[in-house]
Structure formats: structure tokens, C-alpha cells
């Protein structure tokens, strides 16, 4: 705004003080109430219509996890480009890339020996399959070791056994349970003994010359029949799954719980013997996509608004909170949106990301691919951390966020805003999740994050991620909150500013990755 420094303009300004911040106070009214029946239908159509629990019966339970180059990550990306065009918005599928392919079979994982326990395990994603072969023999552990030289004399014990290769945790209690009951040298002891046993075991297998990552791959090629790992969650029966290093025998991550008890059998003595018997199919070089669909702008068409959410998961459970509750957020708030604002300002677009796990690369590839709609973007909104209601939005290192958010947020009810704490100008992501492929690109990524729910412990890539840990209020409360700031943002007279703030270090953008675990 240009200042006038004439003196007797401010006199006369001065003393219509009064009357300019009563224009002030009544246009902020009136564009309060010019918003009020859209928001107000918003509200309406969730908590009397709302299609959550329906959404999230087909895509956990009927399609299931989403892995990026499996089949159930294919069938989810049609899925969702049907169900947009059932409620009249236009979608489809965007290939961004290749993955190596692979698909899940059946694992049956049993202790028969010094007795019978059905074991509780799941191989990891792209872990090689054991065809129709079942393989019973014994447990070992990878032995504490004085060197690399060492190791390899050692090497050749390995032929025909299962070897364990992950630290024996010192309980399965998780903290808060250990907070709550335990006496404070009982919850001291343990956590020092907890850290020693850590160090002990990455010490161990340094002594080996390899890495955690190289490892396994060593053991295979001296004959292991299998590779048994724990990543525990540091949550009670919960851990994460991710991916096998090996490329000829199966890697199994078993139970706490399991883990242990084996460990002991073996501290004390005893040789457990398991049978093991695990399916996958690999299926070659399969392409990738990002789902995008597309309700047109009218007065500004060129101008986008955007929805985010990454669609793929890891696949010990079905993807329920990571980021299953995220991409139900974006679907019904686009739905929603269709409903009761089908011609907006701005062209409003939602994108389902692939492989955001290995690395953001969907995302990173629709910036890569569409310079336009990065350059025109008026805001992304992004949710990923869980089931949780939206506590918090960062400004993300933009200068003029703490104008143009609380702007948006302003149409929300009291209900919704007042639990959401705002940080501005904030800091610019660098990774974490998708919205960081639009700010790294200069683009106004906004995350909106979310109440914890335990979900680092007992949800985040582990097998418990499943349809019975979602709740449903919560995410109904981040669907209006998607639907209403998308819609502010649309209606906004204002572009966006994307000047950075003055201090603020910029993280630099990385390429997607768009051959995934295929040989160069």
C-alpha cells in the first residue's frame, strides 16, 4: 500500500478513525456472513451424510494395504478414480514412474521344537518367497563376535539355519505403561540396561564389517535358510515392517513377544527349531501413479487449490492411519466440496501420491511434472500423521502466513479453530511428508498435523495400522477443516505471497526417484 505522508490527509484521516475501523469491523462481518452458508452447509453434509466409515470399509478391508508396486496399490488408485467420478468430479490416474513389482503371499510360521508355538511373524515387503517349499530347522543367533575376521571364520555356521539378527529388548513395556506403574529406580535400571543392551548390539554387528542393510544379504549368500529380524514399535504386541534386503531367502520380522522367548531358549541352552513357509510373487518392472482429480475453477482457472495425501502405505497392516485417514480426509472433503460449492473461484485439485514411504516421489514427481500448477498455487493442504483431529498448522517459513491463514481459518467454527495452534512464520519442510515436495519447490505447502493418538508407537508402518484404530469423529472434524480452508483459500481476493521469511534456511529440492528398486 503506498503511504501518504501529506499532512493534513492524515489530519482528516486521524480524526475518521473511529468511522474507517467501523467500515473495517462491518466488512469483516460481511464477508463473514457472505461465507457463512457454505460453511454452514459443509457442517450439514458431514455430521448428517458423511461417507467416512463406508470409504474406509473399501479401501482397508476390501483392497487392504498399498505398497507401492503391488497390485492393491493399482486397484486403490482405480477405486479412487471411480468413486470421484460416482460423485461427478473428474480424476485419473498420472504414471510418475516404475517399481519393482511384487505381491504378498500366505506365511505360516511355526516352533516345533523344544514345543509346539504357532509363531507370530510377517515377512517384510519385497522379502523373496519360498515358492511351495515349507523349511524346518533350527534358530541361531548372530554370535558376539571379536571382528570382521572373526566373523567370517564363523560364517560357514550359518548353512541351513534361521539366523536372528535384531537386539533381545529388555521389556516389552512400553513407556507410558512403565511411567505409570513402575518405581522410579525399577523405570532407571531398565532404560539403562535397555541402552546398554542397544549399544551392545550395534557394536555387535559393526564387528561383523557390515551394516544392518548388508548384513542379511551376507548371511544368504553363506547359506542362512532365513533371515529373522524384530523392530519392535515400543508398544505393547506391535512392531514395524518395512523392506527385506535379501534376494534369495525370505526375511521375517517376529513378534516381540516370539522374538524374545526364542532368544532365551537359545541363552539358555536349548536349539529352537522352526518351520517356515512364505509366498510372494515378484512381477517385474509394474508402473506407478499418482491419483488426481479435478473440480474446474471458474473465475480463476489457471489458480489451484490443492488437497494432499499420500496413498500408499507400508503393508504389515492395511494403512488404516498412515496415511489411510489422511486420504479419507481429502476424498470426503472433495465430495463435500463438489456438494455445496461446485463452480469455486479457483480450480480445486486433490493429489494421491505414490511411494511417498521410499521418499516422497510421487510428489516430488507431480512438482517436477506440472511447473504451472506449482507456480499458481494458492495453497496446498496436507494431512499424513494419523487418525487424530488437527492441532496444529505451520506457516512453513512463508513471511506472510500469519495473514493469510488465520484468514482462512477465520471461516472455521470455534469449534474446529480454537483447538488449533497456528506457528508463524514457522519453518519450511524439508521432508516428513508430501507438502514438503511443494515448499521445497517455493510453493505454499501447508501441513495440517494432527492430535498423537499413540500413533508413532502403535500405528505409524507397523502391523497394527488397521481400520480398528481410526477414530471417526476426528477425522470427520478433518474433513470440514479441509473443505472450509480449501474453500477460503478458493473465495480469497488475495493471491498468496510466497516471499520467505528473512533468516529462515531453505531446504533444496531432491528428484524423485521414478525407478524403484530396479537395476539401473
Known amino acids: 500500500m503506498k503511504t501518504n505522508h501529506n499532512p493534513t490527509r492524515f489530519a482528516v484521516l486521524h480524526k475518521a478513525k473511529p468511522f474507517v475501523l467501523g467500515m473495517l469491523f462491518c466488512t469483516g462481518i460481511t464477508m463473514a456472513q457472505s461465507n457463512k452458508p457454505v460453511i454452514d452447509a459443509i457442517i450439514k453434509e458431514e455430521t448428517t451424510n458423511s461417507q467416512l466409515e463406508k470409504l474406509?470399509?473399501?479401501?482397508?478391508?476390501?483392497?487392504?494395504?498399498?505398497?507401492?508396486?503391488?497390485?492393491?496399490?493399482?486397484?486403490?488408485?482405480?477405486?479412487?478414480?471411480?468413486?470421484?467420478?460416482?460423485?461427478?468430479?473428474?480424476?485419473?490416474?498420472?504414471?510418475?514412474?516404475?517399481?519393482?513389482?511384487?505381491?504378498?503371499?500366505?506365511?505360516?510360521?511355526?516352533?516345533?521344537?523344544?514345543?509346539?508355538?504357532?509363531?507370530?511373524?510377517?515377512?517384510?515387503?519385497?522379502?523373496?518367497?519360498?515358492?511351495?517349499?515349507?523349511?524346518?530347522?533350527?534358530?541361531?543367533?548372530?554370535?558376539?563376535?571379536?571382528?570382521?575376521?572373526?566373523?567370517?571364520?564363523?560364517?560357514?555356521?550359518?548353512?541351513?539355519?534361521?539366523?536372528?539378527?535384531?537386539?533381545?529388548?529388555?521389556?516389552?513395556?512400553?513407556?507410558?505403561?512403565?511411567?505409570?506403574?513402575?518405581?522410579?529406580?525399577?523405570?532407571?535400571?531398565?532404560?539403562?540396561?535397555?541402552?546398554?543392551?542397544?549399544?551392545?548390539?550395534?557394536?555387535?554387528?559393526?564387528?561383523?564389517?557390515?551394516?544392518?542393510?548388508?548384513?542379511?544379504?551376507?548371511?544368504?549368500?553363506?547359506?542362512?535358510?532365513?533371515?529373522?529380524?524384530?523392530?519392535?514399535?515400543?508398544?505393547?504386541?506391535?512392531?514395524?515392517?518395512?523392506?527385506?534386503?535379501?534376494?534369495?531367502?525370505?526375511?521375517?520380522?517376529?513378534?516381540?513377544?516370539?522374538?524374545?522367548?526364542?532368544?532365551?531358549?537359545?541363552?539358555?541352552?536349548?536349539?529352537?527349531?522352526?518351520?517356515m513357509h512364505c509366498e510372494s510373487k515378484e512381477l517385474g518392472t509394474v508402473p506407478t501413479f499418482n491419483t488426481i482429480a479435478e473440480i474446474k475453477g471458474t473465475e480463476k482457472p489457471d489458480e489451484y487449490v490443492m488437497l494432499s495425501a499420500h496413498f500408499d502405505s507400508w503393508d504389515g497392516g492395511t494403512g488404516a492411519t498412515d496415511n489411510g485417514t489422511g486420504t479419507l480426509t481429502m476424498m470426503e472433503a472433495m465430495r463435500i466440496l463438489k456438494l455445496v460449492y461446485p463452480h469455486p473461484k479457483r480450480t480445486i485439485l486433490v493429489g494421491h501420491w505414490g511411494s511417498e514411504e521410499e521418499g516422497l516421489n510421487g510428489s516430488k514427481a507431480f512438482v517436477e511434472d506440472h511447473p504451472e500448477i506449482v507456480k499458481n498455487l494458492q495453497a496446498l493442504f496436507n494431512q499424513d500423521n494419523g487418525t487424530g483431529r488437527v492441532i496444529n498448522i505451520s506457516g512453513q517459513g512463508f513471511a506472510d502466513s500469519k495473514n493469510f491463514i488465520p484468514r482462512w481459518l477465520a471461516g472455521a467454527p470455534d469449534t474446529i479453530k480454537n483447538r488449533i495452534k497456528t506457528n508463524f512464520p514457522g519453518s519450511p519442510s524439508g521432508g516428513g511428508s508430501d507438502n514438503a515436495s511443494f515448499v521445497m519447490a517455493g510453493a505454499p505447502g501447508f501441513g495440517i498435523s494432527s492430535l498423537n493418538w499413540s500413533y508413532f508407537n502403535y500405528t505409524w508402518h507397523t502391523n497394527r495400522d488397521t481400520y480398528d484404530k481410526i477414530i471417526f469423529d476426528d477425522v470427520r472434524n478433518n474433513a470440514m477443516l479441509a473443505a472450509m480452508l480449501v474453500y477460503m483459500a478458493s473465495e480469497d481476493p488475495e493471491k498468496t505471497s510466497t516471499v520467505k521469511a528473512e533468516g529462515v534456511k531453505w531446504p533444496v529440492a531432491t528428484k524423485a526417484t521414478r525407478r524403484g528398486m530396479l537395476d539401473k
Not at 513389482?101 to 516345533?112: A, K, L, N, P, V
Not at 575376521?149 to 513395556?173: C, D, E, I, Y
Not at 505393547?236 to 532365551?264: C, H, N, Q
Request: hydrophobic share 40%.
Open 56 to 275: 474406509a470399509h473399501e479401501l482397508f478391508d476390501g483392497i487392504g494395504p498399498r505398497l507401492v508396486g503391488t497390485p492393491q496399490m493399482k486397484q486403490a488408485n482405480d477405486w479412487a478414480v471411480e468413486k470421484y467420478k460416482s460423485w461427478g468430479i473428474d480424476a485419473h490416474n498420472e504414471k510418475w514412474g516404475e517399481w519393482r513389482g511384487w505381491e504378498r503371499g500366505i506365511s505360516h510360521i511355526d516352533m516345533i521344537s523344544p514345543r509346539v508355538k504357532s509363531l507370530e511373524g510377517t515377512q517384510l515387503a519385497w522379502s523373496p518367497g519360498m515358492g511351495k517349499k515349507t523349511v524346518t530347522a533350527e534358530v541361531i543367533i548372530l554370535p558376539d563376535l571379536a571382528d570382521s575376521v572373526a566373523f567370517q571364520q564363523w560364517l560357514p555356521n550359518v548353512k541351513g539355519k534361521f539366523v536372528m539378527v535384531s537386539v533381545n529388548q529388555v521389556t516389552g513395556r512400553p513407556d507410558d505403561n512403565l511411567t505409570q506403574f513402575a518405581l522410579k529406580e525399577t523405570m532407571a535400571k531398565l532404560k539403562a540396561d535397555q541402552a546398554a543392551a542397544t549399544q551392545a548390539w550395534a557394536k555387535r554387528i559393526r564387528n561383523t564389517g557390515f551394516t544392518t542393510k548388508t548384513l542379511p544379504v551376507a548371511l544368504e549368500n553363506a547359506g542362512a535358510a532365513g533371515i529373522i529380524t524384530n523392530t519392535w514399535s515400543a508398544g505393547f504386541g506391535v512392531d514395524k515392517i518395512f523392506s527385506a534386503y535379501t534376494k534369495k531367502v525370505p526375511t521375517v520380522d517376529i513378534a516381540l513377544e516370539d522374538y524374545t522367548l526364542m532368544y532365551r531358549l537359545i541363552e539358555g541352552g536349548t536349539k529352537p527349531v522352526i518351520s
